[in-house]
C-alpha cells in the first residue's frame, strides 16, 4: 500500500508548488564550494547516507535503553547527540534534494516531511528528560523512532526505485560487450578536444591528452546529461567537462568528479592506441 501510495506522490503535480520555490531557494543559498562538500564530492558517492549513520544510531540506541531500567542519563545524552547530528544530514539531504527531478523532489518532500516530525519529537524527547520527564520523553522517542522509519522507507524508495543520487552512467557500462573496441584514429582526434564515439549503443567521450588517450562514459553520472556538448574547462591544471544539465564538472584524465552535484565519479573505459587506431574496452 504504501509502494501505491508512493507512485500517486511521484505524479502528484500539485507538490511542485511548493516544491519548486523551495528548491529555487536552497540552490541560490549555499556557496558552491558548501553545496559540493554536502554532496560529498571527493568522497566517492554522496555525503548524506553516511551523515544519517550517527542520528540513526543513536535514536536507535536510545529505544533500547528506553526499554532497561536505569538508564535515563545515557538515553538523555543519546537524544541530544542524535537530534544535533541530524542537522548535517538535513543539510546534505536538501542539497541533494535540490539537484533532483520533479517527480524525485516530491517523493523527497515526503522524506523530508516525515524526517522533520521525527527531529522535532526527538527535540521534545530531549527537553522533557532535561525537565526530569522521563516518561514523557520515552513516549515522544517512540514516535519520533517511528517517524524516523517512515521517512527511511521512503528515502528507499527515493535511492532504490527512482535512483536518485546513483551513479547513472554504471549500468551503461553492463551494455558494453566484453573485448576492444575500436574508436577514433588518432590523428583525427585534436589535444584536449573530446569527440563522442558509440561502442554499440553506448556513448563514450574519447579525449587526447599528450601522448595518451582517455575514454570515460558520456552519460553523466547524475542525471545521463550529455557530456559530448559540455564546455571544456581548465581546473587545477587539468582539462575537464562540464555538464550541460547541471553543471558536474569531471576531470578527462581519469573520470573525477571535482564539482557537483554529482558525488560519484565519470565510470573510465580502459583505452590504448593499436597501429594509429583508438580502442577502449571495459574497466
Ligand atoms: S545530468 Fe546533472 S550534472 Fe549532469
Excluded at 531500567?69 to 537530534?83: H, I, R
Excluded at 519529537?121 to 522509519?149: C, D, E, P
Aim: glycine share 12%; with cysteine; hydrophobic share 40%.
Amino acid at each position: 500500500m504504501l509502494q501505491r501510495l508512493l507512485e500517486r506522490v511521484e505524479k502528484a503535480g500539485e507538490l511542485d508548488r511548493a516544491s519548486d520555490p523551495l528548491q529555487r531557494r536552497v540552490r541560490a543559498t549555499l556557496p558552491r564550494r558548501l553545496k559540493d562538500l554536502l554532496h560529498g564530492v571527493g568522497l566517492g558517492h554522496p555525503l548524506h547516507p553516511v551523515a544519517v549513520q550517527l542520528p540513526v544510531g543513536a535514536w536507535m540506541s536510545t529505544a533500547v535503553l528506553d526499554a532497561l531500567p536505569g538508564t535515563e542519563s545515557a538515553a538523555t545524552v543519546l537524544v541530544g547527540v542524535g537530534t544535533a547530528a541530524a542537522l548535517p544530514a538535513v543539510a546534505s539531504g536538501a542539497t541533494d534534494w535540490s539537484e533532483l527531478s520533479r517527480e524525485q523532489r516530491r517523493v523527497g518532500l515526503v522524506h523530508a516531511a516525515a524526517n522533520t516530525v521525527a527531529l522535532g519529537l526527538y527535540a521534545g524527547s530531549f527537553v522533557a528528560r532535561l525537565s526530569g520527564n522521563h516518561r514523557l520523553g520515552r513516549t515522544l522517542g517512540y514516535t519520533g523512532l517511528a517517524a524516523a522509519g517512515l521517512g527511511a522507507y521512503v528515502g528507499g524508495h527515493l535511492s532504490f526505485r527512482q535512483g536518485a543520487a546513483v551513479n547513472q552512467a554504471e549500468p551503461y557500462l553492463r551494455q558494453i560487450d566484453e573485448g576492444w573496441h575500436d574508436l577514433y584514429a588518432w590523428n583525427e582526434l585534436t589535444e584536449g578536444r573530446p569527440e563522442v564515439a558509440r561502442i554499440g549503443e553506448v556513448p563514450v567521450l574519447v579525449t587526447r591528452i599528450g601522448d595518451r588517450v582517455t575514454v570515460i562514459m558520456e552519460h553523466c553520472a547524475h542525471q545521463t546529461g550529455p557530456l559530448g556538448d559540455g564546455e571544456i574547462t581548465e581546473i587545477g591544471g587539468a582539462a575537464c567537462v562540464v555538464c550541460p544539465w547541471h553543471g558536474s564538472t569531471f576531470r578527462l584524465v581519469d573520470g573525477a568528479v571535482v564539482r557537483g552535484p554529482s558525488a560519484n565519479d565519470q565510470p573510465v573505459l580502459r583505452s590504448r592506441v593499436v597501429e594509429g587506431r583508438v580502442q577502449a574496452s571495459l574497466p
